[in-house]
Each structure stands twice: as structure tokens, then as C-alpha cells.
């Protein structure tokens, strides 16, 4: 039988791990966030009153295992005039199928099945008015995933709006699972926003399985800004409360001077420097390997290197 693991996250970052993960004898669980309000998503959820179906659509398409042009297609955005301008397809679909089932997990099932998915995907919540806030050091009151990105600020606390109600079966996930991962991606509005959840915090607590963190390669504007490794170790184990991080995997590729000083000047993003005497003093486990690619002129994990370095750590587990 494999082993369980079930991977936390949203966005780009926890596509680019399960492309590699699926490959491996493992048996995966993905919960995405639904909190996104932004782009082709934020218009759908206006218009429907739906949870974010976009990075829910990136994580089937990450995990399917039909023919690439499919997979564009799913993918694809239309660039055009009318309404559908911005619009991912793979949104529209999972929207319609979500307005004939009235279900997102059943609409997800559906388009899985339709994929040749072999692993399951789950939302945090079904909460079709589910909001994510942001306290600033200032003070103040940021609302709203996009909002909070575009911000660029430091904050000090993250919240949702309403208690979401938690699908039993991700609950369930937590309590089988071999594994746990904090997939790479933005700590603010793809991590955190699952591990904020009281039902999912009290399930880290009483699960027996390690905690592990996917560390970003560069830096959040605003949010993240001078964080070293430990940096990210530390606020993830301040939500936490009652668990750890176990163990953090990270990247210690050298950056060519030119890709880092063009992060640095487009994006004022910074490359995420391993301390290691102060992971050591957190206790957690360190596994650092050169996991960075150039992918377009883009950093890119190295999804099979880094699915290599979890299915070692789970199988000496």
C-alpha cells in the first residue's frame, strides 16, 4: 500500500511540486485554497457565488494525466474584448460544473474523472463567501486575498472574515496521512490560509505524521521581505501553535548575478538565504539540495529532484 501524503497549498507553487510528485509511488491528497478573489476567478466568484476555482483548476491540470494539448486547453486564457477576456477556461468549466452539481468536491470528482486524475483533490472549504483578511503593522484592515498581494506590506496577523467550515475530508486526510507538506508558494495567501482553520490546526495537533515545509526560493514584496529560511520555519510555527515544522527542505543553488539582480529590480524579490545554526536551534530538520531551474527566464523548482528528496525522506520514515 502507499504511503499517504497530503499537500497544503494554492497558486503556481503546489502545481510545479505534484507535476514531479505524481510520478512517485505515493498516494497524494492536494487541499487548495479558496479564498482567491482576484483575476478570472474573482469575476466568476462575483458573478456565481462560488468558492476560487483557479488554482484548484491548475492543481488537476499538475495531476492529470491526459495528452498536453488537453492540458493548454484547460489552461488556456481568452484575450479578447468581451467578458470572457482574462478567462481561463478550466475555470468556466469547473464554474459549470459546480452550478449543475451544486457541489465543488462533486464538481472536482467530475473533472478528475474527465482528467485521468489518479489522486484526489480536495478544497479547504466549500464556503462560497469565504474571505481572507489582513492586519498590517499599522493597523490596517486589508480585505481580500488580491488585496492583500497587492498590498505589499508586512502584516501581522491573517484571518478569515468567517470561520470557514472545513470539508470532513480533509480532516480525514490529516488524520491518515504519512506525510504533511506546506507546499512552496506565498505564505500569506497559499499556506497560511489552510493552517488558520481551527478544524485543520486541532487535526495537526493529534496527527502522528511530520510536518514538512517546502521553503521558497526568493522573497514576498512587503510580506516576506529579508526572510531567511528560519524566517518562514518560525511564522509558519507561530499559526501552527501546537506542532512544528519537522522538516524544511531548501534550495541552496547559487543564482547567476543577473537572474538575481533582475528579481531584484522588476520584482524586489530577494533570494531566501539558508541559516543554518538558527534552523538548527528551531530543531527542524534541514534536507538542501540544488533545486532551482531556469524555466523562461523564470526560477523554477526542479519538480522530480525535489519529489525525489520527499518520497527518501518518506520512505526512511
Not at 500500500?1 to 514531479?20: D, E, P, Q, R
Not at 476567478?41 to 499538475?62: C, M, Q, S, W, Y
Not at 459549470?96 to 484526489?120: P, Q, R
Amino acid at each position: 500500500m502507499y504511503k499517504k501524503v497530503v499537500v497544503f497549498g494554492g497558486g503556481t507553487g503546489i502545481s510545479y511540486l505534484l507535476k514531479g510528485l505524481k510520478d512517485f509511488p505515493v498516494d497524494i491528497t492536494a487541499v487548495i485554497t479558496v479564498s482567491d478573489n482576484g483575476r478570472s476567478t474573482g469575476k466568476l466568484r462575483k458573478e456565481f457565488n462560488t468558492p476560487a476555482v483557479g488554482d484548484i483548476r491548475k492543481v488537476i491540470t499538475a495531476l492529470s494525466e491526459i495528452d498536453d494539448p488537453i492540458k493548454q486547453m484547460v489552461e488556456y486564457r481568452f484575450h479578447t474584448t468581451s467578458d470572457l477576456n482574462g478567462h481561463a477556461v478550466g475555470n468556466l468549466i469547473l464554474t459549470a460544473l459546480l452550478d449543475i452539481t451544486g457541489s465543488l468536491k462533486e464538481s472536482i470528482t467530475s473533472l478528475c474523472k474527465l482528467f485521468d486524475v489518479k489522486h484526489t483533490v480536495l478544497p479547504i472549504s466549500e464556503d462560497s463567501s469565504l474571505t481572507l483578511m489582513g492586519l498590517d503593522e499599522k493597523g490596517n484592515v486589508i480585505e481580500g486575498e488580491e488585496q492583500i498581494t497587492k498590498a505589499h506590506t508586512q502584516l501581522q496577523k491573517i484571518y478569515y472574515k468567517d470561520e470557514p467550515k472545513v470539508l470532513p475530508e480533509v480532516l480525514e486526510s490529516i488524520k491518515e496521512a504519512d506525510l504533511i507538506i506546506f507546499s512552496m508558494g506565498s505564505l500569506y495567501t497559499s499556506i497560511l490560509p489552510n493552517i488558520i482553520c481551527k478544524d485543520v490546526k486541532k487535526a495537526l495537533k493529534e496527527t502522528n505524521a511530520p510536518l514538512m515545509y517546502l521553503c521558497n526560493v526568493v522573497t514576498q514584496p512587503g510580506e516576506t521581505d529579508d526572510f531567511t529560511v528560519s524566517d518562514h520555519i518560525k511564522l509558519l510555527n507561530k499559526y501552527l501553535e501546537f506542532r512544528k515544522i519537522d522538516v524544511v527542505v531548501a534550495s541552496n543553488t547559487k543564482i547567476d548575478k543577473n537572474i538575481a539582480q533582475k528579481y531584484a529590480t522588476d520584482e524586489q524579490k530577494d533570494p531566501v538565504e539558508i541559516d543554518y545554526e538558527a534552523i538548527k536551534n528551531l530543531e527542524t530538520e534541514l534536507i538542501e539540495d540544488d533545486l532551482i531551474i531556469l524555466e523562461d527566464n523564470t526560477l523554477r523548482h526542479n519538480s522530480l529532484k525535489l519529489s525525489g528528496l520527499i518520497f527518501n525522506y518518506l520512505m526512511r520514515k
